[in-house]
């Protein structure tokens, strides 16, 4: 399967962001793959826009299951999230479980105006009502797929396929 | 009844016999060894084809928890693990409660041992009323009643003076004094070896002169009294030091080990294991090597299985709160044939440990295979490996830390004055 | 004769299942517990300083030992955690009257909980209840008697390493009654885990277990000599009760030679941290103008506290079963 360019991908939503943007608008990169992307974002629209990024990782849903994720990064909210519009960035939308543990999040940090989500890939497979208002690309993938960003030393996005054995 | 124990493996230390002969016993008593007498027609032969016969052990200390005790475990039932464990007679300590320190209560627990019909009980009478380290207790009178020897078993006895005086009226009358040495201030509050491991795991240690410093004290006073003492349960290379010069220097003094410490160290309580809690505790690898050298070279006379049975909920405690102790009369043997074997002892040397010696200790005429003594006789499979579970073991206490260890040597026989009291 | 017995903290998998002593517990996981400790920071820096985490479990803390201190960190980081919290201290004189340890922790059991946060005055109380729990409970040692303190001993190595950065280039120094402390010991198989080359010990002879050099520590007797050039100072509490007797003769003369004060911290690095569990005897282990001075970091030991105990929390609540 030919994967499409994440970096073409990025360009083509900081196309969408822009006009989006108020002075109340901040970005949020969700650890690890929306950090990164979030942070390209940033550097392509180039101007001051505060940033921040959140590991969900103690509002997740599966806890119960499988524990504590291994690595657990610090959030790091530098700004006041009352009142702002926050762009929440995430690489893939899949279940959607990660966007409710992100939200959850951000409300436990203040009340923010509003909040819209942009990501790389939309595989479908939602389990919960939540939709992507920016969207890098639209993919049909089977459940035993899993789609993944990485970044090169030299910061270039790029998208992977695995096979799991669900 | 008459009985004809054929094909054994015959092992009697005193008379350094270890040769295939049979027993001939009649009248509870033995009859012949090697050639039957002419008449005689056995009601019961036992083939002992591949299995060891020699005397019954005689062990040195075990509690039987009566009187007072009997939650803990009850007369019939440690009577009953002795035979199990080829213990044809035993000493116990005084540390009942009450203590045995009245000639009633030693008559009492004779006459309830002797109509179980099973191991020869020798009680030890309380050194000191009530064992307080204070009063002496009627020795003469307790002697006609039964006791054996004098004892302070694991109670204190601080007072230098108490102690002399103690031992010179011990030896007007000939009897020996049991001490069990430990310096009761040093040992205060301690419920492990004061080294690396509770160090580690902070427990309240026990250091290793606290037993030192009590057998240097019973030395010299030795000296001063000539009275004659048998040191029980020693623990530490120090100790075995001393007692080895003191018998150089012809001291009338004899010692004992429990068989637990021929093996254990600090190093097993692992992560607070309470069947590890014991008084001794176990202590450094170097002190317990010395101990197995010691009793492979005779320094140490005996040894015993220091049995102390405990209820099970005794020692679901937090390890210093747990009651100290080790079931043993059962892992006598097969204990002792273990460091036997790692120690390259002849059986011979280390059944004479659980035998001659310890019935020399007591001065009885025992521990011997011979025509006319009683037929008090241990027969057992030296290779025949069995595990330490609760339910294997017939006494009450399950508290070893040798629980589902598989041990060698089983018990097939036990007799006491030629009646089969115990086989499997 | 060995008896092996597995590690009783690790669960088949090699998962924490409980924290009862540092001991045994090898870098990867320590780092593991201090990098979780550092999210849970920044939660406390937040206008909610809550996570949903452990909504609906049941923690008990089980304290046979009253502590006040102790036992509100644990509590503030279960509640931070969305824990339901139960306080329970048993005294020691109702416990005497025939229910034992085990009664106490069966009963609690049955009411559903779902880990127990314990404080005993016995060492090895800690590993005796997780022994015996059922296996999906999990135990939390907040101190047993002299042996261990695991999650203080966590918390020191997160305020060396916030202020420190690495552990493998530090000289660190204990100071005071190591003989009765289970936070020395903790401590020392920390540092020791974690790489610091050098870890000191600083003690009258009376105040130092048996064979204290086999834990992996140098021994000290003299304030001057061992504080030479160490980059971390840990201060012990000295108990009142041992204060006078046989191990020492008087809180004045413990202090004029093991008190901490300016003119002996001048002997540390220049950069050094000053430490102490809490709470201090003023006067008697340390001097007020140290522990109130620039080098002293005993407040920002508390406030981690919470931190590394709720990554104690999440860490065990979230091991298989």
Redesign the interface.
Known sequence: MQLPDAEKLAQAMTQQIEPLLGENSVLVGMHTGGVWLAEKIHALLGREIPLGTLDVSFYRDDFSQSGLHAEVAPSDIPFDVTGRDIILVDDVLYTGRSVRAAMNELFDYGRPASIILAVLVDRGGRELPIAAQVTGAVLELAPDQNIQLNRDPQGQLALSLRQTTV | MKIHIRGGRLIDPKNKIDAHQDIFIAAGKILAIGEAPGDFHAARVIDANGLVVCPGLIDLSARLREPGLEYMATLESEMHAAVAGGVTSLVCPPDTDPPLDEPGLVEMLRHRAKNLHQARVFPLGALTQKLEGQRLTEMAELHDAGCIAFSQADAPLTDSNVLLRAMQYASTFGFTVWLRPQDSFLARDGVAH???V????????I?ACAESIAIARILLLMKEVGAKVHLCRLSTRDGVDMVREAKRQGLPVTCDIGVHHA???E??I?????NCHVIPPFRSLRDRDALREGLKDGTIDAICSDHAPVDD?AK??????SEAGVTGLELLLPLTLKWASEMGVELPVAIARLTTEPARVLGLNKGVLAPGLNADLCIFNPDEYWKVTPRALKSQGNNT?FQNTELAGKVRYTLVEGHVVYES | ???L?RN?QLNQHGELQHLLTI?GLNAGMLRHILDTAESFVSVSEREVKKIPLLRGKSIFNLFFEPSTRTRTTFEIAAKRLSADVINLNINASSQSKGE???DTVDNLAAMQADMFIVR?A????A??IA??VSPHIHVVNAG?????HPTQGLLDMYTIRHFKQEFHNLRVAIVGDVLHS?VA?SQIHALTTLGVPEVRVIAPKTLL????E??GVQVYHDMAQGLKDVDVVIMLRLQNERMRGALLPSAQEYFKSYGLTQDKLALAKPDAIVMHPGPMNRGVEIDSDVADGTQSVILPQVTFGIAVRMAVMSILAGSKQ
């Open positions: 004061d080294g690396e509770a160090s580690r795991l902070g427990l309240a240690g250091p093996h254990l160290s190093m097993d692992g992560y607070f294991n309470s909920d679901l405690l937090p390890f210093a709160e830390p | 004769m060995a008896f017995s009783p001991e034992t340890v085990l005993h016995q060492s090895g109380a590993h005796f022994g015996h047993d008697g002299r042996h261990a289970r010991r277990p048996a064979q204290v086999r834990l």
